[in-house]
């Protein structure tokens, strides 16, 4: 593979990087929220729903570009065009933080230590209330993970963060001024513009678009002895490949995230073989296949199996948590 990571629209020497794909793709989902906010009451309330769910799911997948250093070497100007709260609930700074160290591929899928793990630790799953484990079990399969994934993973980020800033956390309190900054201007343009209120955002735009990046995080990770198997590839062509900025080719991001989106297929079909081989052969052909083979099924168990009661887990190379 070696090499792969040079081809992350490296310019020649004394230039500046610009990935004009992406630069004209955030263009374009901030003039279509714009545009899709302002008409959504001349549109019907399913196209609004559809359309307002699929820009907020790409507009996370291009966020997600924006962590990894595109689409320029400018970190103002990225995280300017980036850090633009149309999801309400989630600042920008803690998304980039969580989702470098979810990055550490030594600890992919370790709970406590992968901030984007869905498993539990013993202890964590102990302290759940019934009512919490019914939930989370309802939630293991690919049709409740959709339904239910965004409710569980945005109230459990909001409740996480409120213990933080009860707590006087000033740094977490800095991030959150910032970002109710941020959100402000938003929320009075629905408000004031486009006279949608932030509960039919939520619900039209935020819950769904959540809903939809929630089908694509389903299967992306497994616990396995061997780091390198646990990043799969979900060889789609569709429509949600691209709200995914071909994040479903996940195994070759996370061993070269700096490659931009448009070039991932590229570098993945030329080199499939070797890919697959170094992931397991850990590929599912399209996500419908991930659809019928986990709709009511859950993924995979919920108490991560490499870890004991403590959080240690059982494989040698994997250092104390």
């Not at 790409?58 to 966020?63: A, E, G, T, V």
């Not at 486009?194 to 990770?221: D, K, N, Q, W």
């Amino acid at each position: 593979m070696k090499g792969f990571s040079g081809m992350a629209a490296q310019t020649s020497k004394g230039t500046r990087k610009r990935e004009w794909p992406t630069i004209a793709l955030a263009v374009s989902i901030y003039v279509s929220w714009i545009a899709l906010t302002y008409f959504n009451h001349q549109l019907p309330t399913a196209a609004v729903i559809l359309l307002g769910a699929s820009l907020i799911a790409l507009h996370s997948s291009f966020q997600h570009e924006v962590v990894h250093g595109h689409p320029t070497d400018s970190k103002v100007f990225n995280y300017s065009l980036g850090s633009v709260p149309l999801s309400l609930w989630l600042p920008f700074e803690i998304y980039r933080r969580d989702h470098l160290r979810h990055h550490v591929n030594d600890f992919l899928t370790l709970p406590s230590v992968d901030p984007e793990s869905k498993y539990f630790t013993k202890d964590q799953w102990l302290a759940l209330t019934w009512f919490g484990r019914a939930f989370v079990r309802l939630g293991s399969s690919l049709l409740g993970w959709v339904i239910l994934g965004p409710l569980w993973t945005i109230g459990g980020f909001l409740l996480s963060e409120a213990r933080r800033l009860f707590k006087l956390d000033r740094e977490r309190i800095k991030i959150w001024f910032y970002h109710i900054i941020a959100v402000l201007p938003v929320v009075l343009w629905l408000l004031h513009v486009c006279h949608l209120s932030p509960i039919e955002y939520v619900l039209y735009f935020v819950y769904p678009g959540t809903s939809i990046l929630m089908l694509r995080s389903f299967a992306e990770h497994k616990a396995a002895d061997l780091v390198e198997h646990r990043s799969a590839v979900i060889e789609s062509n569709s429509l949600l490949s691209f709200l995914f900025l071909n994040n479903n080719l996940h195994a070759v991001h996370h061993k070269h995230p700096s490659i931009p989106w448009y070039r991932l297929p590229d570098v993945y079909w030329k080199n499939r073989s070797r890919f697959l081989e170094e992931n397991g052969w850990f590929v599912y052909d399209g996500y419908s296949a991930v659809v019928r083979k986990y709709l009511i099924k859950a993924h995979d168990q919920l108490l991560h199996p490499l870890l004991n009661g403590d959080g240690i887990t059982a494989v040698d190379h994997i250092r104390e948590l």
